[in-house]
């Protein structure tokens, strides 16, 4: 099981990187995505993996009994989770709005601003 | 006598409120301050003389063995007199000279923190604690040549100077650090009495190289004088206490304070010695063609900081006897005449000796005061500057080693002093001329001309009576600086000697100089191409290159580019990664056998989560339609939240599924109107690309792998697991920690939440008007 986790996350990371390398604003943020789900699946897997049994405690006893599932990884994945999404979502409405106003979604040609504000002035 | 620097520090800094408060009363506050200080110190004298140490010490960082410790020795005193009595008579001066300018509280302030910094100089003996008195006397002096900021040339020379003399300061930084190392000790006391050990230490060359370049920088030596006459954009009273009588000179202090513990070897003796000579012939000889008084007097200056730093090379302890009378002589009549060449300034609105005339009359007061310095630097009988010129003749004659050229260029540096001092006492204020007498505008008031006057008068007291004025004091700062006791004996006359055949020679070649002058002032445009390989030009250059390269560098590293700062990133990160395991042998953690008996361990569900996986990961990268490439992106969402499941994270799951469909339909929702991918990097370019990410990810499934072969640790699983029921009340452990254990972590992500919220509805529903920037 822990090879399948190698490969995921060696796939991931060069996929994501090779997507933000690229020019299109979009490639950029699925690749920031892809870059997300990449780390925390390699938090998952540094913090050791079980099958099935997961962190909650039966109802007949009072503490976990082991083996069962690190619940640390788990709820810091979670936060991450979440707080990914808040991320994509404002980049994807950001990137529309930018190429709303800037009419291309070609990341070249965003990174000059001196040379608008000499054309303009 | 951290209670004189604090008081120093205090006043310096409440001078722009006095100036407020008081008005032009403002000098009397700041003359009292140095005044208090001579006296304070004029108390040591005879302790000292008695040849006792005064020693203070106060902790300020002891476990950097930096502390504030001063010493109070022959050297030290008798430049903190200098520095203290100097500090009254400028101060006073400047109060007339600069008066109703604005600014006043400003200079005060400027000058004050000057003397409190130089005073930190000669008294401290933590050579740490010098180098920050050393560095602020450096900064002050930056501050006060730039005082008339308005001006593109003051801040020029200002930049100019405290690059040189900073730049210097830095290797004298090195050089004193090095030399802690060797010493084992910042004290200097403690470091005098390792000298055996020090001259043998491998470091001892780079130590006294750094050093000595931090001293000539300052005490402005060949090739480093360009910023002295540059310099003399800061106001006259700045030009006649930092830039003749007492900044300057604390190089020449650090080379006298060095020698008993660094000095006597060929390295010491010769460099200092070729640097002071050269310099003492290059200062006089571009003295003698310049037309400004105060470029004059800086150009003689720089000759006579030379011949000291000669002295100093010579080594001998009549040398440096020679160099202490010397060195009270040259301040007396220097400082003296910058005061007087202010003055001129101040009463007639120039400084160009060519259009100064026959100002004797109309200024009785100050052409005495003129005239007694000006017989002073010439070396006349019965002047201190003639003791002062005797004794360093006789030095350089009496040099164990080349005395002839040491002697001739200490002469031509006497004969220019001649036909300066000439000019300066005579020729503007006496000589017939067939033009008008310069107009005066105002005539100067009392404290524009006592200053130098009083000078003046020092300097003819000193040379009739030198055995009950100074002679006590110099004779116990030669001893500090010879290491040995020393009694100074001065007398003007020594009989019929070679000594005194010099300077018949020297007063005769010099009259002729003047006589002359037409010629060394209209002469050097011969020597133009020569000046453009000087060090003068040489400064624009390299600062000019400095700049331009900077540029370039600038701009090829920061390129602008979001993906060439990312590969950047990437590239150093991997670098770090592989060298660390290399270093570390980690990869012999990692055997063939690992991956063999992990492959053994797939069970058959988990295949479908890689069958998933990576042909939806290479669709992703590889699809030129957008609406593919969201789908794709989903099912990898998707299998990972699938091996959530496998692997005991119902929760991630569930959330990675809602997060994944959210994405989606966001996607298609906002961005099906962008336009079609078109293929915008090239061939070589994607392949760098391309290799660079595999590498990227290679390198971190190894990490993964590599990691995981050690054991993990976990006190908060065990921890969690026992208290989430009992304590927190909640079976499931994960949601717990989120709601209980981090509930207030959960709230910041809430609110994150919430602001992203916030921003997606302004970029969606908000538009500008028509017109506005963007």
Same mark, same amino acid.
């Given at each position: 099981?822990d090879?399948?986790?190698?490969v995921?996350?060696g796939l991931?990371?060069?996929?994501?990187?090779?997507?933000?390398?690229h020019?299109?604003l979009?490639?950029?943020?699925?690749?920031?995505?892809?870059?997300?789900?990449?780390?925390?699946?390699y938090?998952?897997a540094?913090?050791?993996l079980?099958?099935?049994?997961?962190?909650?405690?039966?109802?007949?006893?009072?503490?976990?009994?082991?083996?069962?599932?690190?619940?640390?990884?788990?709820?810091?994945?979670?936060?991450?989770?979440?707080?990914?999404?808040?991320?994509?979502?404002?980049?994807?409405v950001?990137?529309?709005?930018?190429?709303?106003?800037?009419?291309t979604?070609?990341?070249?040609?965003?990174?000059?601003?001196?040379?608008?504000?000499?054309?303009?002035? | 006598?951290?209670?004189?620097?604090?008081?120093?520090?205090?006043?310096?800094?409440?001078?722009?409120?006095?100036?407020?408060l008081?008005?032009?009363?403002?000098?009397?506050?700041?003359?009292?301050?140095?005044?208090v200080?001579?006296?304070?110190?004029?108390?040591?004298?005879?302790p000292?003389?008695?040849?006792?140490?005064?020693?203070?010490?106060? %902790?300020?960082?002891?476990?950097?063995g930096?502390?504030?410790?001063?010493?109070?020795?022959?050297?030290?005193?008798?430049?903190a007199?200098?520095?203290?009595?100097?500090?009254?008579?400028?101060?006073?001066?400047?109060?007339?000279?600069l008066?109703?300018?604005?600014?006043?509280?400003?200079f005060?302030?400027?000058?004050?923190?000057?003397?409190t910094?130089?005073?930190?100089?000669?008294? $401290? %003996?933590?050579i740490?604690?010098?180098?920050?008195?050393?560095?602020?006397?450096?900064?002050?002096?930056?501050?006060l040549? $730039?005082?008339?900021?308005?001006y593109e040339?003051?801040?020029? %020379?200002?930049?100019?100077?405290?690059?040189?003399?900073?730049?210097?300061?830095?290797?004298?930084?090195?050089?004193?650090?090095?030399?802690?190392?060797?010493?084992?000790?910042?004290?200097?006391?403690?470091?005098?009495?390792?000298?055996p050990?020090? &001259?043998?230490?491998?470091?001892?060359?780079?130590?006294?190289?750094?050093?000595?370049l931090?001293?000539?920088?300052?005490?402005a030596?060949f090739?480093?004088?360009?910023?002295?006459?540059?310099?003399?954009?800061?106001?006259?009273?700045?030009s006649?206490?930092l830039?003749?009588?007492?900044?300057?000179k604390a190089?020449?202090?650090?080379?006298?304070?060095?020698?008993?513990?660094?000095?006597?070897?060929?390295?010491?003796?010769?460099?200092?010695?070729?640097?002071?000579?050269?310099?003492?012939?290059?200062?006089?000889?571009?003295?003698?063609?310049?037309?400004?008084l105060?470029?004059?007097?800086?150009?003689?200056t720089?000759?006579?900081?030379?011949s000291?730093v000669?002295?100093?090379?010579?080594?001998?302890?009549f040398?440096?006897?020679?160099?202490?009378?010397?060195?009270?002589?040259?301040?007396?009549?220097?400082?003296?005449?910058?005061?007087?060449?202010g003055?001129?300034?101040?009463?007639?609105?120039?400084?160009?000796?060519?259009?100064?005339?026959?100002?004797?009359?109309?200024?009785?007061?100050?052409?005495?005061?003129?005239?007694?310095?000006?017989?002073?630097?010439?070396g006349?009988?019965?002047?201190?500057g003639?003791?002062?010129?005797?004794? &360093?003749y006789?030095?350089?004659?009496?040099?164990? =080693?080349?005395?002839?050229?040491?002697?001739?260029?200490?002469v031509?540096?006497?004969?220019?002093?001649?036909?300066v001092?000439?000019?300066?006492g005579?020729?503007?204020?006496f000589?017939?001329?067939?033009n008008e007498?310069?107009?005066?505008?105002?005539?100067?008031?009392?404290?524009?001309?006592?200053?130098?006057?009083?000078?003046?008068?020092?300097?003819?007291?000193f040379?009739?009576?030198?055995?009950i004025?100074?002679a006590?004091?110099?004779?116990?700062?030669?001893?500090?600086?010879?290491?040995s006791e020393?009694?100074?004996?001065?007398a003007?006359?020594?009989?019929?000697?070679?000594?005194?055949?010099?300077t018949?020679?020297?007063?005769?070649?010099?009259?002729?100089?003047?006589?002359?002058?037409n010629?060394?002032?209209?002469?050097?445009?011969?020597?133009?191409?020569?000046?453009?390989?000087?060090?003068?030009?040489?400064?624009?250059?390299?600062?000019n290159?400095?700049?331009?390269? %900077?540029?370039?560098?600038?701009?090829?590293?920061q390129?602008?580019?979001? =993906?060439?700062?990312?590969?950047v990133?990437?590239?150093?990160?991997?670098?770090?990664?592989?060298?660390?395991?290399?270093?570390?042998?980690?990869?012999?953690?990692?055997?063939?056998?690992?991956?063999?008996a992990?492959?053994?361990?797939?069970e058959?569900?988990?295949?479908?989560?890689?069958?998933?996986?990576?042909?939806?990961?290479?669709f992703?990268?590889?699809?030129?339609?957008?609406?593919?490439a969201?789908?794709?992106?989903?099912?990898v969402?998707?299998?990972?939240?699938? $091996?959530?499941?496998?692997?005991?994270?119902?929760?991630?799951?569930?959330?990675?599924?809602?997060?994944?469909?959210?994405?989606?339909?966001?996607?298609?929702?906002?961005?099906?109107?962008?336009?079609p991918?078109?293929?915008?990097?090239?061939?070589k370019?994607?392949?760098?690309?391309?290799s660079?990410s595999?590498?990227?990810?290679?390198t971190?499934?190894?990490?993964?792998?590599?990691?995981?072969?050690?054991?993990l640790?976990?006190?908060?699983?065990?921890?969690?697991?026992a208290?989430?029921?009992?304590?927190?009340?909640?079976?499931?452990?994960v949601?717990?920690?989120?709601?209980?254990?981090?509930?207030?972590?959960t709230?910041?992500?809430?609110?994150?939440?919430?602001?992203?919220?916030?921003g997606?509805?302004?970029?969606l529903?908000?538009y500008?008007?028509?017109?506005d920037?963007?």
């Amino acid at each position: 099981m822990d090879l399948i986790f190698t490969v995921a996350v060696g796939l991931l990371f060069a996929a994501s990187l090779y997507l933000i390398l690229h020019r299109h604003l979009f490639k950029l943020i699925v690749g920031l995505m892809i870059f997300g789900l990449a780390s925390n699946l390699y938090v998952f897997a540094i913090g050791r993996l079980t099958r099935e049994k997961s962190a909650i405690i039966p109802s007949d006893a009072e503490i976990a009994l082991e083996p069962f599932a690190d619940p640390v990884p788990q709820a810091l994945i979670l936060t991450a989770i979440v707080i990914g999404f808040g991320l994509q979502a404002f980049a994807i409405v950001l990137v529309k709005r930018l190429y709303q106003v800037a009419g291309t979604d070609d990341i070249d040609e965003l990174n000059n601003t001196d040379k608008i504000d000499s054309t303009e002035k | 006598m951290l209670y004189t620097i604090l008081a120093g520090l205090i006043l310096a800094f409440a001078a722009p409120l006095l100036y407020r408060l008081l008005g032009r009363f403002i000098s009397v506050p700041m003359v009292v301050l140095p005044a208090v200080l001579f006296a304070y110190f004029c108390t040591f004298i005879s302790p000292v003389v008695a040849g006792q140490l005064v020693m203070q010490e106060y %902790s300020w960082i002891p476990s950097l063995g930096i502390n504030l410790q001063f010493m109070l020795d022959g050297l030290g005193l008798f430049f903190a007199l200098l520095i203290t009595s100097f500090g009254v008579l400028v101060m006073a001066y400047a109060g007339a000279y600069l008066k109703g300018d604005s600014h006043l509280g400003r200079f005060y302030l400027y000058l004050t923190l000057f003397m409190t910094a130089m005073l930190g100089v000669v008294l $401290s %003996s933590n050579i740490l604690c010098l180098l920050v008195f050393w560095e602020l006397t450096s900064i002050s002096s930056y501050l006060l040549i $730039s005082y008339k900021h308005k001006y593109e040339v003051s801040r020029a %020379s200002a930049l100019q100077a405290l690059l040189i003399t900073n730049g210097g300061g830095l290797c004298l930084m090195a050089g004193l650090i090095l030399l802690g190392i060797a010493g084992d000790s910042f004290s200097f006391i403690e470091l005098l009495q390792q000298r055996p050990d020090l &001259l043998n230490h491998s470091f001892y060359l780079p130590i006294v190289l750094l050093i000595m370049l931090g001293a000539f920088t300052k005490s402005a030596q060949f090739p480093f004088h360009v910023w002295l006459p540059n310099a003399m954009a800061a106001p006259t009273p700045v030009s006649a206490y930092l830039h003749s009588a007492t900044m300057v000179k604390a190089g020449v202090y650090l080379l006298a304070r060095f020698s008993p513990m660094l000095g006597g070897t060929e390295v010491w003796n010769y460099t200092i010695m070729a640097v002071g000579a050269t310099t003492a012939v290059v200062g006089a000889f571009l003295a003698l063609q310049q037309l400004d008084l105060k470029a004059i007097l800086a150009y003689t200056t720089i000759s006579a900081l030379g011949s000291l730093v000669t002295l100093i090379g010579i080594g001998s302890t009549f040398a440096l006897e020679a160099m202490l009378v010397f060195l009270l002589a040259h301040a007396l009549y220097k400082g003296a005449l910058f005061m007087i060449a202010g003055t001129v300034d101040h009463a007639t609105g120039t400084r160009d000796t060519t259009k100064l005339h026959l100002l004797g009359k109309r200024m009785p007061l100050l052409s005495a005061a003129a005239v007694l310095s000006a017989l002073s630097m010439a070396g006349m009988i019965p002047f201190f500057g003639f003791l002062g010129k005797e004794l &360093l003749y006789e030095g350089a004659f009496e040099a164990p =080693r080349f005395a002839v050229p040491l002697t001739a260029a200490i002469v031509f540096s006497g004969i220019a002093f001649v036909a300066v001092a000439v000019r300066l006492g005579y020729g503007i204020f006496f000589r017939k001329s067939a033009n008008e007498a310069t107009h005066i505008a105002h005539k100067p008031e009392t404290f524009l001309w006592l200053p130098p006057l009083l000078l003046g008068i020092a300097g003819l007291v000193f040379g009739i009576l030198p055995n009950i004025t100074v002679a006590p004091i110099l004779s116990a700062a030669a001893g500090a600086v010879a290491g040995s006791e020393v009694h100074l004996h001065l007398a003007l006359w020594h009989g019929f000697n070679p000594i005194l055949m010099l300077t018949i020679l020297t007063i005769i070649l010099g009259i002729v100089f003047y006589a002359f002058t037409n010629i060394f002032t209209t002469w050097p445009v011969h020597l133009e191409r020569l000046y453009k390989i000087g060090p003068g030009e040489l400064y624009y250059t390299l600062k000019n290159s400095l700049s331009i390269g %900077s540029k370039g560098f600038i701009e090829s590293v920061q390129s602008g580019s979001l =993906r060439y700062y990312v590969a950047v990133i990437i590239m150093t990160f991997i670098v770090l990664v592989v060298g660390a395991i290399w270093q570390e042998e980690l990869y012999r953690v990692v055997t063939p056998d690992t991956f063999i008996a992990a492959l053994s361990d797939i069970e058959l569900n988990e295949y479908i989560l890689i069958l998933l996986m990576v042909p939806a990961t290479i669709f992703v990268c590889l699809t030129n339609s957008r609406l593919i490439a969201i789908t794709t992106m989903s099912l990898v969402g998707y299998a990972i939240a699938l $091996s959530y499941i496998f692997f005991g994270a119902p929760d991630l799951a569930a959330t990675q599924f809602l997060v994944e469909t959210l994405t989606a339909v966001l996607f298609v929702l906002v961005l099906h109107k962008l336009p079609p991918f078109v293929p915008l990097v090239k061939y070589k370019t994607n392949a760098f690309y391309l290799s660079l990410s595999v590498l990227f990810g290679a390198t971190m499934a190894y990490v993964l792998v590599m990691v995981r072969q050690f054991p993990l640790d976990s006190e908060l699983k065990a921890y969690f697991g026992a208290t989430s029921w009992l304590e927190a009340k909640g079976r499931n452990i994960v949601n717990v920690i989120l709601v209980d254990y981090r509930a207030f972590d959960t709230m910041g992500e809430i609110t994150v939440l919430a602001i992203a919220v916030i921003g997606i509805f302004s970029l969606l529903k908000l538009y500008p008007e028509k017109g506005d920037q963007l």
